[in-house]
């Protein structure tokens, strides 16, 4: 079963624009993280987000978590060309190393 | 090595063929992944294997599917009498021991496998 779902399926915007995309999840998590897919192959860890913390960035990156509501958006601000891609949320089962429950991904395309 | 590698990077069967999927992980990782991913869609869990433990197969969809690992090295994931819906992009992923605090996951390239 998808634990994680991301909303927007798909968003386009232009060069410079920020893209935001949210992720809902059904239940209890130790961390959520962010991952990033280029043409349908292996992925790219972005960010990890543990449950007590609320705000994350990584350069160009912001993650927030909102374990009340069970969701969790990624902002890329001043999008690029080259930040095309499609981008997961992933949640563990809440017991460490356990393997991620992925949502079906968030399709971004920049246009320069 | 660098990364997380597997192979064939594309495979093309016939239904009803066998295949095996091979997937190195990062040295020092003891903990490996199996993911299915179809088109358009997300990942699905296939199976996971931890150190020595038992490995967890709660995701593989059939008996036709398997897996075994070496040791902390090497893994190969085997269909048997494969289908047409086993075309997808396998993947496999690495990461260091288990703690509480979670673990990145390393990602292959995938396998891409169509079956005829």
């Known amino acids: 079963s998808q634990q994680g779902e991301e909303d927007p399926q798909a968003l386009s915007i232009q060069e410079g624009e920020n893209a935001t995309m949210n992720c809902s999840y059904k239940?209890?998590?130790?961390?959520l993280q962010w991952y990033r897919q280029n043409s349908g192959r292996g992925l790219v860890h972005l960010i990890l987000?543990?449950?007590?913390?609320r705000e994350k960035h990584s350069g160009r990156l912001r993650v927030t978590l909102d374990t009340s509501k069970k969701s969790s958006s990624l902002l890329i601000t001043a999008s690029r060309a080259a930040d095309t891609a499609s981008y997961f949320c992933?949640?563990?089962?809440?017991?460490?190393?356990?393997?991620?429950?992925f949502g079906k991904g968030t399709r971004l395309s920049v246009i320069a | 090595g660098a990364g997380v590698s597997q192979s064939p990077s594309n495979k093309v069967t016939e239904k009803g063929k066998d295949v095996e999927l091979r997937c190195d992980p990062i040295?020092?990782?003891?903990?490996l992944y199996w993911y299915r991913q179809r088109l358009g869609q997300g990942l699905e869990f296939l199976i996971y294997?931890?150190?020595?433990?038992?490995?967890?197969k709660s995701g593989l969809p059939s008996d036709r599917f398997s897996a075994e690992r070496t040791g902390e090295s090497v893994s190969t994931l085997t269909i048997q009498r494969t289908q047409q819906e086993d075309s997808a992009v396998y993947l496999c992923?690495?990461?260091?021991?288990?703690?509480?605090?979670?673990?990145?996951?390393?990602f292959g390239p995938g396998t891409r496998l169509t079956v005829l």
């Open positions: 992923a690495s990461s260091l021991r288990a703690t509480l605090l979670g673990n990145e996951q390393f």
């Open positions: 239940t209890s998590i130790n961390n």
């Open positions: 987000i543990r449950s007590n913390e």
């Open positions: 992933a949640t563990d089962r809440g017991s460490g190393n356990t393997p991620l429950v």
């Open positions: 040295s020092g990782h003891t903990a």
């Open positions: 294997f931890q150190g020595n433990s038992a490995p967890d």
